[in-house]
């Protein structure tokens, strides 16, 4: 073997953990990968596998007119603290940390709606692909803005597959697509699990009969004292108060997922 190859096998053995080649972990923590959703539609997804697979599992979904990109820096704080999690490109967003949601390009080559409500057989289907290729613990389903009201209703039709939700900033956002002002609500009376709410401060009144509506005892819910932040990013470290977030985050999932 020559000395130039051994060499570079000894320099790259040597390579800390977190050194990234073009862009991707060198140990495949992150990984692009897609699926079909419920009607075939190609679903783009970054996974971030940092544990052995019987660890819980976080499906985090995004908000409006974004994408997976949502969660560039949110997930591998998640991998710190013990879990495994996937960033899912719903077909309703766009584009957000110069991420640009795949899911909804296809959407938009194939002429299929990308309502609010569109997004939710994605999210079926992504649940029932993490539960078939990925997790062999518990799940949570983790929601920003519309897919934050929409996780109620994943976790009320299939409840049996899930064992937690989060949900940054959920609401009524339904009404003006012909749904009643309790769409969301009537979902959440039906949930038992942890579920975990939060959102910007002036943000309650749009989700407070939802967490009332919740039978669960193990139920929580955060709000900052600060104005805060609409949805997931409110999680970013650019935001002084997020650390005040991740606070109440982690004391809800280290209570019952840890």
Same mark, same amino acid.
């Given at each position: 073997?020559?000395?130039?190859?051994?060499?570079?096998?000894?320099?790259?053995?040597?390579?800390?953990?977190?050194?990234?080649?073009?862009?991707?972990? #060198?140990?495949?923590?992150? $990984? &692009? *990968?897609?699926?079909?959703?419920?009607?075939?539609?190609?679903?783009?997804?970054?996974?971030?596998?940092?544990?052995?697979? &019987?660890?819980?599992?976080? #499906?985090?979904?995004?908000?409006?007119?974004?994408?997976?990109?949502?969660? $560039?820096? #949110?997930?591998?704080?998640?991998?710190?603290?013990?879990?495994?999690? /996937?960033?899912?490109?719903?077909?309703?967003?766009? !584009? /957000?940390?110069?991420?640009?949601?795949?899911?909804?390009?296809?959407?938009?080559?194939?002429? +299929?709606? &990308?309502?609010?409500?569109?997004?939710?057989?994605?999210?079926?289907?992504?649940?029932?692909?993490? !539960?078939?290729?990925?997790? $062999?613990? +518990?799940?949570?389903?983790?929601?920003?803005?519309?897919?934050?009201?929409?996780?109620?209703?994943?976790?009320?039709?299939?409840?049996?597959? /899930?064992?937690?939700?989060?949900?940054?900033?959920?609401?009524?956002?339904?009404?003006?697509?012909?749904?009643?002002?309790?769409? *969301?609500?009537?979902?959440?009376?039906?949930? &038992?699990?942890?579920?975990? /709410? %939060?959102?910007?401060?002036?943000? +309650?009144?749009?989700? #407070?009969?939802?967490?009332?509506?919740?039978?669960?005892?193990?139920?929580?819910?955060?709000?900052?004292? %600060?104005?805060?932040?609409?949805?997931?990013?409110?999680?970013? $470290?650019?935001?002084?108060?997020?650390?005040?977030?991740?606070?109440?985050?982690? +004391?809800?999932?280290?209570?019952?997922?840890?």
């Amino acid at each position: 073997m020559k000395i130039r190859t051994i060499i570079i096998i000894i320099l790259f053995l040597l390579l800390p953990h977190n050194v990234t080649v073009q862009g991707q972990d #060198i140990y495949n923590v992150k $990984k &692009t *990968i897609t699926f079909p959703s419920e009607d075939s539609l190609a679903i783009t997804a970054d996974s971030y596998i940092a544990h052995n697979l &019987t660890a819980p599992f976080i #499906i985090l979904f995004h908000q409006a007119g974004w994408s997976r990109g949502e969660y $560039k820096e #949110i997930a591998p704080i998640l991998n710190s603290m013990g879990f495994n999690c /996937i960033a899912i490109d719903q077909r309703s967003g766009d !584009k /957000i940390n110069n991420v640009l949601n795949q899911t909804h390009k296809r959407a938009v080559i194939k002429n +299929k709606s &990308t309502a609010y409500l569109d997004a939710y057989k994605d999210m079926i289907a992504s649940l029932k692909f993490v !539960k078939d290729k990925f997790a $062999k613990g +518990k799940i949570i389903i983790w929601g920003s803005s519309y897919s934050a009201a929409l996780v109620f209703k994943l976790a009320a039709e299939h409840q049996n597959l /899930i064992n937690g939700v989060l949900a940054f900033s959920p609401g009524e956002y339904f009404v003006r697509f012909g749904k009643s002002k309790t769409f *969301i609500a009537d979902f959440a009376k039906t949930i &038992t699990l942890p579920v975990f /709410i %939060t959102s910007a401060h002036n943000e +309650k009144e749009n989700w #407070i009969n939802i967490y009332k509506s919740l039978p669960s005892e193990k139920k929580q819910y955060f709000v900052p004292q %600060t104005n805060g932040n609409h949805g997931s990013r409110a999680l970013w $470290k650019k935001f002084d108060d997020s650390k005040d977030y991740w606070k109440a985050v982690s +004391k809800f999932l280290k209570e019952y997922f840890l």
